[in-house]
């Protein structure tokens, strides 16, 4: 399993930025996707996920609102449109692939991507 993140980038507080997980059709159709973020000095945490079907999605209570978890199928990439960023979004953004339903728990995810950071100035 290949995931490719990207989009990272500074951005002021207010802004939006959308990242990118380019990944392989059979990952996007058979695997639960996710979104999880490290802040500088803290451990990675849970932002979004989605099931591979695309019905069921997931936020963390503190980006609820504000980020959105989607897909292409087409570009075989799964995307997070942020906005309203604040300046504690900051933090390198992963991508993540697992094979349970447990969409929340960092320790259900098999697959990382390299991350990309997000950069919120205020």
């Known amino acids: 399993v290949q995931l490719q993140a990207s989009g990272g980038g500074l951005v002021q507080a207010g802004g939006s930025l959308r990242l990118s997980c380019e990944t392989s059709?059979?990952?996007?159709?058979?695997?639960?996707m996710g979104w999880f973020r490290q802040p500088p000095g803290k451990e990675r945490e849970f932002v979004a996920a989605?099931?591979?079907?695309?019905?069921?999605?997931n936020y963390a209570d503190s980006v609820r609102g504000r980020f959105t978890i989607s897909r292409n199928n087409a570009k075989n990439t799964l995307y997070l449109q942020m906005s309203k960023l604040q300046p504690e979004d900051t933090a390198v953004y992963y991508c993540a692939v697992t094979g349970s339903f447990s969409l929340t728990s960092i320790n259900e995810y098999n697959y990382w991507g390299q991350g990309t950071l997000v950069t919120v100035s205020s």
């Open positions: 989605m099931t591979w079907t695309g019905y069921r999605q």
């Open positions: 059709r059979r990952t996007l159709s058979t695997y639960n």
